[in-house]
């Protein structure tokens, strides 16, 4: 069966409580429920992983190789300062599309930069969860070509 990681970082576990005017009032059991109905109705498994721990996202994106079709990440801040994430990136077969709910171009001036977007198949961002969707069908529909 095909599969496909959902890879959330930093503070994405707290959805649903920080932030709502930003990121809304859905949490992550949302997403994760969400998404997996979306890929068992398209023959694929989902796993996911959240973590506030850089190393712990960079081993998730390491042992992708030969086990997922694609990687749903929403980096979260380490989208502007990880050159490590970066690194697996690149490192890996896997295609994996950057999903971030608000539109960090819109933000901060510090939050424009993405570091991971160069070394991603693809980006997303202020759509809000449905930009999770969007990344899902996208990864499903390159794994069946």
């Given at each position: 069966m095909k599969r496909l990681l959902l890879l959330n970082g930093p503070n994405i576990n707290l959805l649903g409580k920080r932030e709502e005017n930003i990121y809304g009032s859905f949490t992550l059991a949302d997403i994760e429920m969400e998404l997996?109905?979306?890929a068992n109705e398209n023959g694929f498994e989902l796993d996911t992983?959240?973590?506030n721990h850089e190393g712990d996202l960079v081993d998730k994106i390491q042992q992708a190789n030969s086990k997922y079709n694609g990687?749903?990440?929403n980096p979260a801040a380490y989208t502007h300062t990880s050159i490590a994430l970066r690194d697996a990136i690149l490192a890996i077969?896997?295609?994996v599309i950057e999903v971030h709910i608000s539109n960090i171009h819109s933000r901060e001036a510090f939050r424009h930069q993405s570091m991971l977007a160069p070394a991603c198949a693809g980006q997303i961002v202020g759509l809000g969860k449905m930009g999770y969707r969007l990344a899902c069908i996208a990864l499903m529909e390159q794994a069946k070509q």
């Open positions: 997996k109905k979306i992983f959240q973590s990687i749903i990440f077969d896997v295609p």
